[in-house]
């Protein structure tokens, strides 16, 4: 007999409405979506908690913080992994598409061998069935790095590899277009000296102007024909907009200006905005605030990018505080990234679909996880 789990007396989140019912597991997917409360001996009583569908997680990078909790104090790689995702299924984001970066740019080393070993730990994990989230992997390809293509080439064609984002994380464009901010950046995180940080900017300009370009026409080429999905990151300027749309971008994570995100709302590109930014109030690092992306208009889904709890707050938040229902917002962080994804089989609350379940209890305005179910299974 095919396990059932029903839960009631919730208020379920659907796609276009929310409702006071029920909702029938069977086996891994949502058998059905009932109006009213079941009466039946074996139904979990919610209390009138909600019910949404799993978060959909398409870039966090919450392994580096496991990978190295401290600047000088490196974690097992595998005990950090299972970290990572207890921490992700807690948050209640069943799908996560891990964020590993491929490509040095003179700063942080240590992302290579955490990219080597996250690969390495999802293959592991996911096979023995000890992973509480389902996780994909997201390669955070840094385009003015000469090491770029060697790291990407063997793993382009691993079946869990959903989306590549061409990233650019030079001093002067970007995320980091404020030389003096960046230069903050790297005395308070690296305790580097001024000469040695201004040798390694003048380094990192240099490889931008020789392997930018060429790295990213030839990583376009490699994934071209593929069913992966593209991304491009910190857009600042209508002209980098222009040119992802022309080379076939569908994604802007992350755009650090209004100008940029309008723009590739207009030019038909999907805009991931950060859930943090939402949560904080403003971008950490001076950028437009997520908030009046929102407003205006130009986010169609949140990404947790360093807080996996980040998520679920954002959507209650944007519900409570703007003129978007609950549906609409919890649907940023559920449907939306599960299409962006190429993943349509979860992300709603509808029958048939995958039963990625999460039972949400408001503790005045803040949002708590209580349950988590992945596919059926009860994983929190």
Known sequence: MTPETILTNAILVLPDETLHGTVVVRGQAIADVQPGRSHLPGALDCGGDYLIPGAVDVHTDNLERQVQPRALARWPSRSAMVAHDAQCAAAGVTTVLD??????????QERIQTFRDGVAD???LTEAGLLKADHFLHLR???PAMDMLDLLDPVADHPLVRMISLMDHSPGVGQYA?????????RREGGLDEATIDRRILEMQAHRTRWRDPNRRAL???VRGTSIVLASHDDRTEEEIAENAADGISISEFPVTMEAALAAKRAGIQVIAGAPNIVRGGSHSGNVS????????????FASDYVPPSLIEAAFQCAREERITLPA??????DHPARMSGLPDRGRLEPGLRADVVRVRLHGSLPIVRQV???GERVI
């Open 122 to 124: 999802v293959d592991a």
């Open 220 to 222: 376009l080429d490699r």
């Open 329 to 334: 917002a919890v649907a940023m962080i559920s």
């Open 141 to 143: 390809c840094e385009v």
């Open 178 to 186: 404020d030389i003096d901010f960046y230069r903050k950046l790297r």
């Open 99 to 108: 964020a590993l970066c491929l490509g040095d740019l003179g700063f942080d």
């Open 290 to 301: 997520a908030m009046d992306l929102v407003r205006a208009g130009a986010v169609d889904a």
């Open 373 to 375: 179910w992945r596919s």
